[in-house]
């Protein structure tokens, strides 16, 4: 089955914490495409990044980085040093055939 | 470059209505798809089109309906409105090349809500 969970529904810190966002993926598929979008109280899903999954090499940009280990299945998102502007709904998303497949989301607080 | 645009931005309808919403692509993109999000969830596939043709549909019942016209942009129609209707809509446009499948972009959505 195709399919992405977000298990931590709701995260809270402090500005300047920094704070990782899980994301554990399931797929048939040998090649396949991962996602993570973030969703401000605006409503637009703001994309961030994709990743192949024959590019295991983790990728930094600014404070955002993600952690790609397809041993565990997993496609974490990392923001150091969080700021206010950081608070949204963050989606981490499978790429299958014509769609994408969401999980439930992580919905990050950043407080100043 | 113009980004993915949707109208309109909140709509309300009472049940049975009939709604129509719109989507223009971004610039360079052939392709639309339609996610519905519902509160508290991640959006789910409504379906795509392609060439103005329907290239892939997701779990919903034939009242979702759509058309994709030759400058790409899109309609979403609603038919026999239910409670359970209320919801984002997101359009999302790409790029089909018949490589690796290309990044969706999304629109900022229209808030539909069924009283």
């Known amino acids: 089955a195709q399919k992405v969970t977000q298990a931590q529904t709701e995260i809270s810190v402090v500005e300047k914490e920094d704070v990782t966002l899980d994301c554990v993926y399931e797929?048939?598929?040998?090649?396949?495409?991962l996602f993570w979008y973030k969703q401000p109280p605006s409503g637009e899903l703001v994309f961030l990044i994709r990743?192949?999954?024959?590019?295991?090499q983790n990728e930094i940009s600014g404070r955002y980085s993600w952690n790609f280990q397809k041993s565990t299945s997993s496609f974490n998102f990392t923001i150091t040093a969080s700021q206010v502007v950081d608070s949204a709904v963050y989606f981490c998303a499978l790429k299958d055939t014509d769609k994408l497949i969401f999980g439930t989301g992580t919905r990050l607080q950043v407080f100043p | 470059e113009t980004g993915v645009t949707q109208s309109p931005t909140h709509l309300i309808k009472t049940r049975g209505q009939q709604v129509t919403l719109r989507c223009s692509s971004q610039?360079?993109?052939?392709?639309v798809s339609w996610y519905q999000q519902a509160l508290g969830q991640g959006p789910q596939f409504i379906f795509q089109y392609y060439r103005e043709e329907e290239n892939g549909r997701g779990n919903f019942p034939p009242r979702f309906s759509g058309l994709q016209f030759p400058n790409y942009s899109s309609e979403l129609n609603v038919n026999a409105l239910e409670l359970d209707d209320s919801a984002l809509y997101l359009c999302?446009?790409?790029?089909?090349?018949?490589?690796?499948?290309?990044?969706?972009?999304f629109g900022p959505g229209t808030r539909l809500t069924v009283l």
């Open positions: 797929t048939r598929d040998t090649t396949y495409y």
């Open positions: 999302a446009s790409s790029t089909l090349a018949g490589g690796p499948p290309d990044t969706q972009y």
């Open positions: 610039s360079g993109h052939n392709t």
């Open positions: 990743r192949n999954s024959f590019d295991e």
